[in-house]
T-cell receptor, first 113, second 112 residues
Framework: DAGVTQSPTHLIKTRGQHVTLRCSPI?????VSWYQQVLGQGPQFIFQ???????GRGNFPDRFSARQFPNYSSELNVNALLLGDSALYLC????????????FGPGTRLTVL | GQQVMQIPQYQHVQEGEDFTTYCNSS?????IQWYKQRPGGHPVFLIQ?????EVKKQKRLTFQFGEAKKNSSLHITATQTTDVGTYFC????????????FGTGTRLQVTL
C-alpha cells in the first residue's frame, strides 16, 4: 500500500504570496492532520480534519486554512506569506484522529524569501 | 496549554553505549506515542503506550509509560549508527483543541 503522499516536495515563494500544499492519505484513513516543523523543533499542530470536517485547530493565524475533500485528500493554504512561514509542512493521516497513530508524509519544504 | 518537554535536548554516544530520553507532560495523557525522525526525513511512528506503568520492548528499544501517565521514557541498549536521529514523544491534548502535542525532541548522535 502507498503511504502518505505530499506535493510539491519543495517550494520557494516570496513574502506576500499565497501557497497551496497537497496531501493524499493512506487508503482507508479518514483523518488528515497538518503540522509545521521549523528547523530544530518538533512538529507543531496546525489542523486536523476528519470526514471533511475540521476537528482541531492549533495556534496559527487566520492566514492558514485547510480543507478535506470527499476522497479524504487535503489542502493546506497559507496566504500573505511571511519569512517565518519557512518550514517543513507535514501531513499525517490516521484512521480516525489524533488518538490514533499518525503516519507522516515526506513533507513539503517551503522557503519564503 | 499543554506542554511536553524532553531531556536531554542532545546526546552524543559511542556505538555500543546505552541511551535514554525522558518525556514529561504538564497534563495527564490518555496515551503517549513515540516517533523517530532521521536527519532530512519525516517522523516515523515507533510505538504507542496506553496503560499506566506500561512497558513495551522493540528489540533494543524499551519504552515506559509512567504510573501517573504524565511521563515516559525511551531506552536504547547498545546503540548503533542506525539509531541516529531525533526522538519525539507526543501526547494527545484533550482540551478544547483536539490535537497531538509533540515534545521538544532529543537528538541522538552515534559515532564509531
Amino acid at each position: 500500500d502507498a503511504g502518505v503522499t505530499q506535493s510539491p516536495t519543495h517550494l520557494i515563494k516570496t513574502r506576500g504570496q499565497h501557497v497551496t500544499l497537497r496531501c493524499s492519505p493512506i487508503s482507508g484513513h479518514k483523518s488528515v492532520s497538518w503540522y509545521q516543523q521549523v528547523l530544530g523543533q518538533g512538529p507543531q499542530f496546525i489542523f486536523q480534519y476528519y470526514e471533511k470536517e475540521e476537528r482541531g485547530r492549533g495556534n496559527f493565524p487566520d492566514r492558514f486554512s485547510a480543507r478535506q475533500f470527499p476522497n479524504y485528500s487535503s489542502e493546506l493554504n497559507v496566504n500573505a506569506l511571511l519569512l517565518g512561514d519557512s518550514a517543513l509542512y507535514l501531513c499525517a493521516s490516521s484512521l480516525q484522529g489524533w488518538l490514533d497513530t499518525q503516519y507522516f508524509g515526506p513533507g513539503t519544504r517551503l522557503t519564503v524569501l | 496549554g499543554q506542554q511536553v518537554m524532553q531531556i536531554p535536548q542532545y546526546q552524543h554516544v559511542q556505538e555500543g553505549e546505552d541511551f535514554t530520553t525522558y518525556c514529561n507532560s504538564s497534563t495527564t495523557l490518555s496515551n503517549i506515542q513515540w516517533y523517530k525522525q532521521r536527519p532530512g526525513g519525516h517522523p516515523v511512528f515507533l510505538i504507542q503506550l496506553v496503560k499506566s506503568g506500561e512497558v513495551k520492548k522493540q528489540k533494543r528499544l524499551t519504552f515506559q509509560f509512567g504510573e501517573a501517565k504524565k511521563n515516559s521514557s525511551l531506552h536504547i541498549t547498545a546503540t548503533q549508527t542506525t539509531d541516529v536521529g531525533t526522538y519525539f514523544c507526543a501526547g494527545p491534548n484533550t482540551g478544547t483543541a483536539s490535537k497531538l502535542t509533540f515534545g521538544t525532541g532529543t537528538r541522538l548522535q552515534v559515532t564509531l
